[in-house]
Nanobody, 115 residues
């Protein structure tokens, strides 16, 4: 059974940083595109960042320049470095492995940005 486990969330003050990790139990992790999504209370889930299997990255306008997505295929892990955090970044953050046939979601990690 495929599992994606996110970690690294928590409470941080505005302007602070967090690094999220997502470890995937995928036999061929390197062929998946990997996404980070987030869902704030009362809002729809939104795509935050993507890294393709080739290493190409893209970001939502709201986080561009502040967040960085990366991956370590040897560790089956994708990361989201979040800097200059704002209260509006408060959400549950989910990783998603996007395959040709199937996609897989993690259960999420909560990020709260508050003073």
């Amino acid at each position: 059974q495929v599992q994606l486990v996110e970690s690294g969330g928590g409470l941080v003050q505005p302007g602070g940083s967090l690094r999220l990790s997502c470890v995937a139990s995928l036999s061929r992790f390197s062929i998946y595109n990997m996404d980070w999504y987030r869902q704030a209370p009362g809002e729809q889930r939104e795509l935050v960042a993507t890294i393709t299997r080739g290493g190409t990255t893209s970001y939502a306008d709201s986080v561009n320049g502040r967040f960085t997505i990366s991956r370590d295929n040897a560790k089956n892990t994708v990361y989201l470095q979040m800097n200059s955090l704002k209260p509006e970044d408060t959400a549950v953050y989910y990783c998603k492995a996007v395959g040709i046939v199937m996609s897989h979601w993690g259960k999420g990690t909560l990020v709260t940005v508050s003073s």
